[in-house]
Structures are given as structure tokens and as C-alpha cells.
């Protein structure tokens, strides 16, 4: 058999090398181009990237950012992480508006301030932009420092597209809506005190099928004596930092939707067929016994027609009433101050039964001390040596009734721990009495809170309000519809920010007088006066007329009772304080 042939690459075939057509030969013969790359969005690779992949922020949402002009009224609690959110988001002009100035007791809650400017005295503006320079230096950062008023509101909101409001009373409240109304800007309000907080969109699309106002939320002011802040009441600072926070998340949604632009937002949904979006208030309790009630929200009915800010012409001129307008606001045609019966001391006692804090720290023998403080305020704060603590709460809630230790006590060295029962703070506390719109304590006669409907639950009888979970509200008072709502209410609770029922229709006390000398005590040697006693402001004014009521209704008239003189001392222990420390 012939061998096989031997493997040798000389007899391998012999490949021809393939010949490399020029660049230049190649496109005038096939015309095709070679790739290229095109390089990526300056914005890709900036500071925001991170947000720009969020699909509903994108190139265009960023953009829509860094052209926005974004308003933070107040820099409190709310306002200072609400501001540096935005900071660092990017919108392209920040302004920042407080008359306040920084001081160590704002730090546990506002944390865009610092010690060293507590120590300066640095005004909170100054103190935020800086801190806020320090996240992001690109964008432009206004400072007003100025509290909102009637004269320059209209001014200073008018060069924005979108404000929130972190203020922290009533009055400011109605007036950033009302300008925000004139001006057409879409409205993020804010609130928080002690454990409790809520969040609204207000003036949202600020034209054509526009969302409630304010007014159309809360048509009335909380009553005065009721309003309450953060200094008296208590705040946790994570409670404000949540609030705060998702205050500027809701920003920066509505911005990168371009929802602050008149107009834009509302045609393309009316061209995609889609449905309003229905307007909504977030309600946060940190202290719900179950974490999944921590957030609840309560769907909204709209705008009111009738609104005296936002209603239409027609159902106004029918009630005989006007829309309020730019000049109505600039020339203080409107005094939100006396709307909202914000005064530095509603009168509800007579002169006579008030003195002062010179004349009660310097008499003798003053009888018998009622400290109306919350328990938690009486223990932290200064007090009257021998005074009894009956929680002013609980004396709105009984009424009368809550006096009837006081005759034990007559003429009893009673001292600084002697307390009134069942006034221990249970730990969901937070949640408010329905009738005296204060928080209610746990204890065999200060009721429960209702795990359902987190609104206080009483032993006594007092009805109780039904919050139905992400139910419709009222259209009159926008409170969540009940059996048992009246049909009168309509505000928060200065205390909680959550919907109660307005429970008088009185008229606002008038103004302060000037106190006079106390009269009638001496005509009663043998009875025991009476002196109320609070922080600062009316809880021992209503707490001493109570008595009174109570007494009159017992004896048919003080002369016949075992107490002498009823009444308070002015200014609480803010003026006491003041007058002791003048006097070392």
C-alpha cells in the first residue's frame, strides 16, 4: 500500500491576502459612513444624575428644575429641610423668607442652623443660605429677611413659580394662600406640632380646573384661645424633618412635571383623556400604635365656588360677597390678625379679676394657686410654690367638674407635687379631645384613642368623631363625613393638625384692656381667693371663668361660696419670669 504523502505547508493552498479598501475609496462606492459617537447630555454626568434616572424626572423634569424659582416661607422646623432638598435638587433660584432670628432652643428640630449661628445671632435666612451654599453653590439663592405681611407678600411672591408655606400660625397661613391665589402659584402648605403633622397641596393647577384654596379647606380660624405653638405644646424634631422633607418631595414632582407652569400640565392631560388628579391632605402620627396609621389621607371635595379667594363670580354675587384681589390685600383692607383673633391677650375675663405679675409675686399670702399647664409642662417649667396642677385640658373636657378637689385642698399646705388624677400622659398620646381640641391623656376619666379612627374616644359620653379611612370630606367643612360631624367645623387642631369640629360660633374676644387693681377680695375675709395661672396666653382666663360658671351655678352667686376673689395673673409665668429676673 503507497504511503501517505507527507504534511508539509508547502502543500497547504495557498491563501490569497485580502486587499483593504481605502476610507476614502469606501464611501465613494458604498456611501456608508463609519460609527461615530455622540457624546452624552452634559446633565447625565453632573451633580444630578442620580435624580435624572428617576423616569418621571428625566432630562426634561432636571431642566424644568434648574429654570424653576421656588419660595420656602419660614425657615423653621419645616422649612429648613424642606430648603435643603431643594438645594440640592437643583432649582435654579432658591428665596428664602423669616424675620426670625437663630437661637439655641431651634436646633433640635432645624437643622439647617448651627451653633455658631445661635451664638451670632444670625438671622435664619442668612443661616439657611449658607447652609444650603454649602450643598450646592450652582444655583442662585434670594434672602428676605422680613416676616410675610399683607404689605409685602404680594412682592416677593409674585417673582416665584411655586412657594411653600412653613409657617407655623393661622394668619400667615390665609394670607401666602390668598396671594398665592392673586398670583396664580401653586400652593405646598405645611404643619406639625408635637407628635403630629399634615401636608396639602393647595391653588393646584393654579388656572382653568383649579384645586382648593386655604379658605376652601378651612373656611374658618381655629379658635384663638385654642392656637397653641411649638414654645408651649412641644414638637419632636423628626416629625417636622418628615413634613419638611415630603414638602419638597411634592415640589420637585409638580416642577419636573412642569406643574408650575400654567397651562402646560393640564392640556397634555386633557389631550391623553386622563382623569384630575384628585386632591388629597396627608395626615402623619409617629405615635399610631400601629405603624401602618402613621400616614393616612383624607380625600378632598375641591374648590368651594363660594370661596371669597378662589370661588367663581356668580355664586359670590349671590351671597353678596366679593373675590379678594391684589389691591384688597396690598392696601390691608384685610386684617388677618383679627380674622384669625390673633392677639398678644384675648379678654375673657373682666379687668377685675386679672392682675398682674408685680402685684402676685409681691402680696402675701396669694390663697390658692391653679396651674393650668399640660402634667409634662408643669413638671419641666418654673412654678408657684404650693400651687395645684389641674391640666387645662381636662377642665375643658369636665367643665365644673374637674373643681371638685378644690375643696380638699382648701387651706391644705398643699406643695409643688400635688397634681390632679388621671392626668398622666399614656403613650399614644398626641391625639386631641373632640370638645376642648386638646391632646387627651390616658386615665380611668380622660378617655381612649380609637385605633380605627385615631381620633380621642372619651367614658364620659362626649360624642366622638368618625374619620372613614380615605373617605370624602364634607363639601361645607371639608372634615371626613360622619354621622357625628357637625356641620359646622372644619379646622385642624391647632394642637394635632388633624380635622375636628368647631364647636362655637362666638364672636372673637376683644382686644386686651389695661389691667386694673383687683377688687372685692378683701370683702371676703373668710373665703379663699383664686388665682389661675399659665404659660402665656388664655388658659387661665377660660380656666378661671369654669370656676365661676361652676360657682354661680351652685350658689346662685360668689357671695355665697367658700371662694373669694376668682381670676389670673396676666402673662402667665412669662411674665413672671421676666419680673423675678429684673428683681436679682
Given at each position: ?145 422680613a416676616r410675610a405681611t399683607a404689605e409685602n407678600i404680594l412682592d416677593v411672591v409674585r417673582d416665584y413659580d411655586l412657594v411653600l408655606d412653613c409657617s407655623d400660625n393661622p394668619a400667615t397661613r390665609y394670607l401666602v394662600s390668598d396671594a398665592c391665589v392673586v398670583l396664580g402659584k401653586v400652593l405646598v402648605s405645611g404643619a406639625a406640632q408635637r407628635g403630629e ?270 374619620v372613614r379611612g380615605g373617605g370624602m370630606v364634607n363639601q361645607e367643612t371639608h372634615v371626613p363625613v360622619s354621622e357625628d360631624v357637625s356641620p359646622d367645623g372644619g379646622m385642624l387642631s391647632p394642637e394635632s393638625h388633624i380635622p375636628l369640629t368647631r364647636q362655637s360660633e362666638s364672636d372673637f374676644p376683644d382686644p386686651p384692656q389695661e389691667v386694673q387693681t ?67
Open positions: 500500500m503507497p504511503l501517505s504523502p507527507t504534511f508539509s505547508p508547502s502543500s497547504m493552498p495557498q491563501i490569497q491576502p485580502r486587499q483593504h479598501t481605502p476610507t476614502d475609496q469606501m464611501i465613494s462606492t458604498s456611501g456608508v459612513t463609519s460609527a461615530t459617537l455622540v457624546p452624552a447630555p452634559a446633565l447625565a454626568s453632573s451633580r444630578y444624575n442620580r435624580q435624572l434616572l428617576v423616569p418621571q424626572v428625566r432630562l426634561r423634569g432636571q431642566n424644568h428644575l434648574l429654570q424653576s424659582k421656588v419660595l420656602v416661607i419660614g425657615l423653621g422646623g419645616l422649612g429648613c429641610p424642606a430648603a435643603l432638598y431643594l438645594a440640592g435638587a437643583g432649582v435654579g433660584t432658591l428665596g428664602l423668607i423669616d424675620g426670625d432670628t437663630v437661637e439655641l432652643g431651634n436646633l433640635h428640630r432645624q437643622i439647617a442652623h448651627t451653633e455658631s449661628a445661635a451664638e451670632k445671632g444670625l438671622s435664619k435666612v442668612k443661616s439657611a443660605a449658607a447652609r444650603c451654599h454649602e450643598i450646592n453653590s450652582t444655583i442662585k439663592y434670594v434672602v428676605h429677611e403633622g399634615s401636608l396639602i397641596v393647595l391653588n393646584s393647577p393654579p388656572t382653568g380646573n383649579k384645586g382648593p384654596c386655604y379658605r376652601c379647606v378651612f373656611p374658618r380660624p381655629p379658635p384663638p384661645e385654642m392656637v397653641r405653638g411649638c414654645s408651649e405644646i412641644g414638637i419632636l424634631g423628626p416629625v417636622v424633618g418628615v413634613i419638611g422633607t415630603l414638602m419638597a418631595g411634592e415640589a420637585i414632582k409638580i416642577i419636573a412635571r412642569g406643574g408650575h407652569l400654567v397651562g402646560e400640565v393640564q392640556e397634555q392631560e386633557l389631550a391623553e383623556g386622563k382623569a384630575p388628579t384628585p386632591h388629597t391632605m396627608l395626615l402623619y402620627n409617629t405615635y399610631a400604635a400601629d405603624p401602618k396609621g402613621m400616614f393616612r389621607t383624607i380625600t378632598l371635595r375641591g374648590r368651594r365656588k363660594d370661596c371669597v379667594a378662589c370661588g367663581d363670580s356668580e355664586a359670590l354675587a349671590k351671597k353678596g360677597q366679593s373675590r379678594i384681589t391684589a389691591e384688597t390685600i396690598a392696601r390691608g383692607r384685610l386684617d388677618y390678625q383679627a380674622f384669625c383673633g390673633v392677639m398678644e391677650d384675648v379678654k375673657v375675663l373682666d379687668d377685675e379679676r386679672r392682675v398682674d405679675a408685680t402685684e402676685f409675686l409681691g402680696g402675701e399670702n396669694p390663697g390658692l394657686v391653679v396651674d393650668v399647664r399640660e402634667e409634662h409642662e408643669y413638671e419641666l417649667g418654673t412654678k408657684v410654690e404650693g400651687s395645684v396642677n389641674i391640666p387645662i385640658s381636662r377642665i375643658l373636657r369636665l367643665g365644673g367638674g374637674a373643681f371638685d378637689e378644690l375643696e380638699r385642698l382648701r387651706g391644705s399646705p398643699a406643695g409643688p407635687g400635688v397634681q390632679s388624677s388621671g392626668s398622666r400622659t399614656g403613650p399614644d398620646g398626641g391625639m386631641v379631645d373632640n370638645e376642648s381640641h386638646i391632646p387627651t391623656m390616658n386615665g380611668p376619666d380622660r378617655g381612649t384613642i380609637n385605633q380605627e379612627t385615631h381620633i380621642s374616644e372619651t367614658h364620659s359620653g362626649i360624642h366622638e368623631t368618625t383687683r377688687e372685692g377680695a378683701e370683702q371676703q375675709r373668710d373665703s379663699t381667693p383664686v388665682y389661675f395661672v399659665c404659660q402665656r396666653g388664655n388658659d387661665s382666663q377660660i380656666a378661671a371663668q369654669r370656676l365661676i360658671e361652676r360657682v354661680r351655678a351652685d350658689n346662685g352667686s360668689e357671695s355665697n361660696s367658700i371662694w373669694g376673689w376668682i381670676g389670673d395673673v396676666k402673662g402667665g409665668f412669662l411674665a413672671m419670669e421676666k419680673f423675678a429676673g429684673s428683681t436679682t
